[in-house]
C-alpha cells in the first residue's frame, strides 16, 4: 500500500516524534525537514482522506496538543502530499511566508468568542459589539471577525492571544459573561490554533 504524508502545519521548533493519534488514526506524528523549518506530518494511505466529523477532531486534536509548548501555522484539513520530496517543496518555497506567519502568532493562541442573544430578547447590537471589541482589544494582539450566521449572533470573533495574556482575557471574558447575564449567552472556545491569523495557500501535492 502506498503511504502518503498528511500535513497538520509548520514550525520552526526543530523536529520531533510524538505518540499521537493522527488522521485515520495514523500514529506517530512526525516532522519532515527542510532547513529551519518543519512540516508536522502522519502517514496515510490515500491521498483524499475523508472529511469525517471524526478525522475532522483527530485533526484539530493534534494541533491543540502541539501549540500547548510549540508555536504552529496549522493547514486546513486535507492537506496530503505524495512524499516527503514534494513537501519539503513547499517548505523551499515558502520559506518567507512561513517566516512571516510564524513571527506573527509565536507565543500566541487563537481563542474563540461568541454572544448569541437569549430567546426573545432584544439587545444594541452595535453597542455590544464595540463594548466587547474594546474589552479585549486590550487583552489581545489582534481579532478577526467571522460570519454572522445566525439572527441571534451578536459578535462572532476570534481573538489572537499571547500565552502571558490568557488570564487576563478569562477575567475579561468573566467579567463580559457577569455583564451581559439574561440578555447574552456567552460562548467562549479554545486554545485553537491560529487560523484565522495567517494568510499562506498551500497546494497538496
Not at 90 to 99: H, I, K, N, P, W
Not at 127 to 139: F, I
Request: glycine fraction near 8%; aromatic fraction near 8%; charged fraction near 30%.
Amino acid at each position: 500500500m502506498t503511504q502518503y504524508l498528511y500535513a497538520y502545519g509548520v514550525t520552526n521548533d526543530g523536529s520531533f516524534e510524538v505518540d499521537l493519534t493522527g488522521v485515520d488514526n495514523a500514529t506517530p506524528v512526525y516532522t519532515v525537514d527542510y532547513r529551519r523549518y518543519s512540516a508536522i506530518v502522519s502517514d496515510i494511505e490515500t491521498m483524499e482522506p475523508e472529511q469525517t466529523d471524526e478525522n475532522a477532531r483527530l485533526h484539530d486534536d493534534v494541533l491543540q496538543t502541539l501549540i500547548e509548548d510549540r508555536t504552529v501555522v496549522p493547514m486546513r484539513f486535507g492537506m496530503t502530499f505524495k512524499n516527503g520530496r514534494a513537501l519539503k517543496g513547499v517548505l523551499r518555497g515558502g520559506q518567507r511566508a512561513f517566516r512571516r506567519a510564524l513571527m506573527n502568532v509565536d507565543g500566541k493562541v487563537e481563542l474563540g468568542v461568541k454572544l448569541v442573544t437569549e430567546e426573545g430578547v432584544d439587545v444594541d447590537r452595535e453597542a455590544v459589539r464595540k463594548d466587547v471589541t474594546e474589552r479585549l482589544g486590550e487583552v489581545s494582539d489582534e481579532r478577526a471577525e467571522n460570519d454572522l450566521f445566525s439572527d441571534r449572533l451578536v459578535v462572532n470573533d476570534s481573538y489572537l492571544v499571547a500565552h502571558e495574556d490568557r488570564e487576563a482575557f478569562n477575567e475579561v471574558m468573566g467579567d463580559l459573561t457577569e455583564a451581559y447575564e439574561g440578555e447574552l449567552k456567552v460562548q467562549y472556545t479554545g486554545p485553537w490554533a491560529p487560523y484565522n491569523f495567517v494568510d499562506i495557500e498551500i497546494e497538496a501535492q
